[in-house]
């Protein structure tokens, strides 16, 4: 736990660096170089005060010593001078272990302002290497600060995600495990922390220690991620972390090890001109999503298992690649998908729409669990403050019933998939609304929307220059029935006005015009003389938001994906059924419209009364 005043002194840091380091990814790479600098003299001196020597700053490298840097003989710019030069060389000392060599690789001093260096030692001296566990929670809160999404896609997992994650995965003190995109370590570390948890009652000896310590392998391609990642394990403890500079995608070197659990919320971003991966990989895609998941089942052991956060494209989109990764991912014991609010990553990424996937090759069951969470335990505003209402332990229980027991635990959030099903699907969809029956009937048969209708995407605008004969009716309350429409049949336009911002009609000089965010839903040929347009009319008023809701994405400008909609299941009446409904629904209609004549009649009273009241008075 992060004590307050080591939060005080990190901010304090911090704060003296903000003036002349504005980026705060510059800000933790200072504070690391410093930190790691004091942490080296401090073991310098427990050393000599023991009867050794000093084995960092020796021989030429002693000139450097925290000690002389802060010695009140030297003046500012003689301070600025000595930390630059020591800053610069520390990575070329042969008294250091590879580890801090690698730390100091490339560092640089970005300011020449001595009365900033000497207020910022001043607080780093406050700083003591005495626990490592305490020190490694200070330094996950300070790159708790990175709050800019990477060049390579790379944005922060939030900490109570990262330890959801390795909760259910439950990484054991004997398993091998890897994060292929590991930036600042923080699934490894939570992994530890939750593996020396689990064995509280019986700790676990040195020797056991020291080898769960090797287990855990990270690479990153970036190399200040694996410098971040190197100094944040070695805070908890680490002697010698295993973070490899490494391409996932690229390199061949490490292509042939395998692990029992893999964790990683890996980059979604493909870079211009994509990704060209070595024939290897079972899908030659250019996307890194779609690789990273590939690589990840590729490099499990025979009774490998995982967690791993995915963008939504995974689970929907149906070019070649993506089919088949979700193949391969049912195939090796995909088990749970945890479908996360937009705004779970913000301030880092808040509009991408992200889910965490579960698999374990050892699990047997026919069923896939999809799980809605809906709050996480914090607001989905910039700064997530905490909130009451967390979806994440319910999940947690039901991904555990399913994958332990076979048991299906009902909850207005689970939906559970049928392996079988999702297989004979078209596409191997995993996206629940392929399969979830919205039925306004229990009696009613659930029909895609695709075989009712052919489904048309605007623009869509008449070559007449004359109104057409058909009535045109939309499923928009914002859009009034135009009792003339130039289109080659009648039609439904699934519009979606204000709420929903996905596209607005119009009927200009003659001419009907959609937008290219709206649906023409024509009745398909086999179901002609079968569908009550009036029916459906009243249906997508009715359920209009709920579909904007299931399968809108993105941020800005809002779409639905054709295929998605042509996927979504609606209820199917008899057409005699359809008619019987709308008969009564404009009966119902009927009445609603005399009620509220009532209504306005009554009101027309009120408002003569309170007028004769007023001339009264006035």
Not at 189 to 210: C, F, G, Q, R
Request: glycine share 6%; proline share 4%; hydrophobic share 35%.
């Amino acid at each position: 736990m992060l004590d307050q005043t080591t939060k005080r002194k990190i901010d304090s840091a911090r704060q003296i660096l903000v003036g002349k380091v504005p980026d705060p990814k510059a800000q933790v790479e200072q504070i690391t170089t410093a930190l790691v600098y004091k942490f080296m003299d401090d073991m310098d001196k427990e050393s000599e005060e023991l009867g050794g020597e000093a084995k960092f700053f020796a021989d030429n490298f002693s000139q450097y010593s925290w000690t002389k840097l802060l010695d009140n003989k030297l003046s500012g710019q003689e301070r600025l001078n000595l930390y630059d030069e020591a800053i610069s060389n520390m990575s070329k000392n042969p008294h250091i272990p590879q580890l801090f060599r690698d730390i100091f690789k490339g560092a640089f001093l970005p300011y020449r302002d001595a009365r900033t260096l000497m207020l910022f030692l001043k607080e780093i001296n406050e700083f003591t290497y005495e626990n490592s566990e305490n020190l490694g929670n200070a330094f996950e809160y300070l790159l708790s600060i990175l709050g800019s999404q990477g060049d390579a896609g790379q944005f922060r997992t939030p900490r109570h995600i990262i330890d959801f994650v390795v909760d259910v995965v439950d990484p054991k003190k004997n398993e091998t495990i890897l994060d292929p995109a590991c930036g600042t370590a923080g699934f490894l570390i939570s992994a530890y922390k939750h593996i020396l948890k689990e064995n509280m009652e019986i700790a676990l000896t040195p020797d056991e220690k020291l080898r769960l310590m090797s287990n855990l392998v990270g690479y990153d391609i970036s190399p200040d991620m694996v410098k971040l990642a190197l100094v944040n394990m070695y805070l908890h403890g680490f002697p010698q972390p295993k973070i490899h500079e490494y391409d996932t995608l690229t390199s061949e070197k490490r292509w042939d090890e395998t692990f029992d659990v893999i964790l990683a919320n890996p980059p979604f971003m493909t870079p211009n001109g994509g990704i060209v991966p070595h024939k290897r990989f079972a899908v030659q895609s250019g996307k890194a999503e779609a690789l990273f998941v590939d690589y990840i089942l590729e490099h499990l052991s025979i009774h490998g298992k995982g967690g791993v956060v995915i963008p939504e494209g995974i689970l929907e989109n149906y070019t070649k690649d993506f089919t088949k990764i979700r193949k391969m991912l049912i195939e090796n014991g995909l088990y749970a998908i945890v479908s996360l609010p937009v705004g779970t990553f913000n301030p880092y990424s808040g509009s991408i729409k992200t889910s965490i996937i579960f698999f374990d090759r050892k699990i047997k069951t026919d069923s896939i669990l999809h799980y809605e969470v809906r709050h996480d335990g914090f607001d989905l505003g910039r700064n997530r403050n905490p909130i009451k209402e967390n979806d994440l332990p319910e999940a947690k229980k039901l991904i555990l019933a399913l994958a332990i027991s076979n048991k299906k635990v009902n909850s207005e959030k689970a939906f559970y998939l049928d392996k079988k099903e999702v297989l004979e699907n078209d596409g191997i969809s995993l996206n629940r609304i392929s399969y979830k029956k919205e039925s306004i009937h229990d009696s009613y048969k659930s029909v895609e929307l695709g075989e009712l209708f052919e489904v048309e995407k605007g623009t869509v605008q008449s070559s007449k220059n004359v109104p057409g004969e058909f009535t045109f009716i939309t499923a928009s309350e914002e859009w009034k029935t135009h009792n003339e429409f130039s289109h080659e049949c009648e039609a439904i336009i699934f519009a979606m006005g204000a709420s929903g911002s996905l596209g607005r009609t119009h009927y200009i000089n003659g001419k009907f015009i959609a937008s290219d965010l709206c649906f023409i839903l024509t009745p398909s040929k086999k179901y002609n003389n079968k569908i009550d347009l009036n029916y459906y009319n009243n249906y997508f008023v009715l359920m209009r938001d709920e579909i904007i809701k299931a399968l809108a994405r993105g941020a800005a400008k809002k779409a639905i994906n054709q295929r998605n909609f042509k996927k979504y299941k609606v209820p199917y009446p008899e057409y005699s059924e359809q008619l019987s409904i709308m008969k009564k629904v404009n009966e119902l209609n009927v009445e609603i419209d005399k009620e509220e004549k009532e209504i306005q009649d009554r009101q027309n009273a009120i408002a003569k009364l309170k007028e004769k009241v007023k001339n009264y008075i006035l």
